[in-house]
């Protein structure tokens, strides 16, 4: 038993906030966050919750994989910035698609890897036959923890949602998945408030996004290139056996390391962070599905799916598409 990606849909607000947009914002230009980022701008929500992003990514998704959503018995939803502290954003998106056959739902919390995952262990449930058919999520409202007066990150988020539909085939679809986590590395990105801890800075509204980019700059670069041997070496890989990378999209500068690594020409990279921003969790699977939509990926494609992010984490997985 496999599971194999059947439907992808993605989902950006409406509002465009543009790197001339910050510049009357804070001390920054447009060139300097191109030259460092490759962002040109990103999209932020004006309200709209992210279960709200998610249900129009999610509903994208069903259309392209031909499913209703009570085929779903499975949604496991990647964010760092949910709806609420409880109900789950997974429980939040089942009620709003209308499914009530009782299957699980759930989040899972691994910020910019959250989405590789989400996907890893939404792989398991079905190879192990506890699922069917599932909806595999990433979607943030990060804007709402971005100290919009911090240049050095301020700069570099956005909000958004992608979504893959996972089902049960006998041909091999996710071919490997490859999930870490290193917990000492809290200081060189984190938020800097939460429920139990430092709860009146989040009531005051003054939880946000803190990062040491540089450092964490250099850990990300040496780190994905550690998984990308990893995940060829799991599947008795070269790197040319490799069709697409679709990596996080948090700096062009990162991706571009990678896709050297691989020695991939940078037409075969997915990038999307000049137009998103770094979307955290939904980076990736709004990559994805943004290629799959303008026909660059095509079916029986090899594709390298990596990311990295707060905790720290990071992750892989190497699909058959
Ligand atoms: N505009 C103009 N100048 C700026 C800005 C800005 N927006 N931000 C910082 N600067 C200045 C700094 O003050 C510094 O000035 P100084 O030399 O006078 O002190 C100078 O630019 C260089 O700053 P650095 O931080 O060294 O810049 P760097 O080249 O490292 O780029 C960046 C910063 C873009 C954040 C980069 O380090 C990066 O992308 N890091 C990794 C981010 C990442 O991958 N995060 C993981 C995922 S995110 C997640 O998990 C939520």
């Given amino acids: 038993m496999f599971s194999k990606i059947i439907g992808t849909g993605g989902y950006l607000p409406e509002k465009v906030l543009s790197n001339h947009d910050l510049e009357k914002m ?10 460092r980022t490759g962002i040109h701008q990103r999209h932020i929500t004006e309200g709209q919750t992210t279960s709200e992003l998610a249900e129009k990514a999610a509903r994208q998704a069903l259309e392209m994989a031909n499913k209703t959503p009570d085929d779903i018995d499975l949604i496991i939803f990647a964010t760092t910035t949910p709806d609420l502290v409880f109900p789950s954003s997974a429980c ?4 709003r698609l209308g499914i009530k056959n009782g299957g699980a739902a759930f989040d ?3 910020v910019c890897t959250g989405f590789v995952y989400a996907l890893a262990t939404a792989d398991k449930f079905i190879r192990s036959g ?7 999520v990433g979607a ?11 240049r050095s990150t301020c700069i570099l988020f956005g909000d958004g949602a992608g979504v893959v539909v996972l089902e049960a085939t006998d041909e091999p679809g996710i071919l490997s998945t490859h999930i870490h986590a290193d917990g000492s590395y809290e200081d060189l990105l984190k938020v800097n408030a939460g ?3 430092d709860y009146q800075r989040l009531k005051e509204g003054e939880a946000f996004i803190q990062m040491k980019g540089n450092e964490v700059f250099k850990v990300a670069v040496n780190t ?14 070269q790197r040319d056996d490799i069709d697409w990378l679709v990596p996080h999209q948090a700096n062009i500068r990162i991706i571009n390391a990678t896709a050297k690594k691989l020695k991939l020409p940078t037409e075969n990279v997915v990038v999307t962070v000049d137009q998103h921003g770094n979307t955290s969790g939904a980076s990736i699977p709004l990559a994805l599905d943004t290629a799959v939509r303008d026909g660059r990926i095509k079916k029986g494609e090899t594709l390298l799916l990596e990311g990295f992010g ?11 598409f």
């Fill in 108 to 110: 899972i919390q691994a």
């Fill in 26 to 35: 804070v001390d920054t230009s447009h060139q300097w966050i191109v030259e």
């Fill in 310 to 320: 707060g905790g720290f984490t990071w992750g892989s997985a190497l699909i058959r």
């Fill in 92 to 95: 939040l998106l089942q009620r």
């Fill in 224 to 237: 994905l290139g550690r998984i990308v041997d990893e995940t060829l070496a799991a599947n008795n890989m």
């Fill in 140 to 150: 943030e409202t990060l804007s709402n923890i971005v100290d919009w007066s911090d």
């Fill in 130 to 136: 506890s699922s069917k058919c599932a909806l595999v």
């Fill in 195 to 197: 429920i139990s801890q």
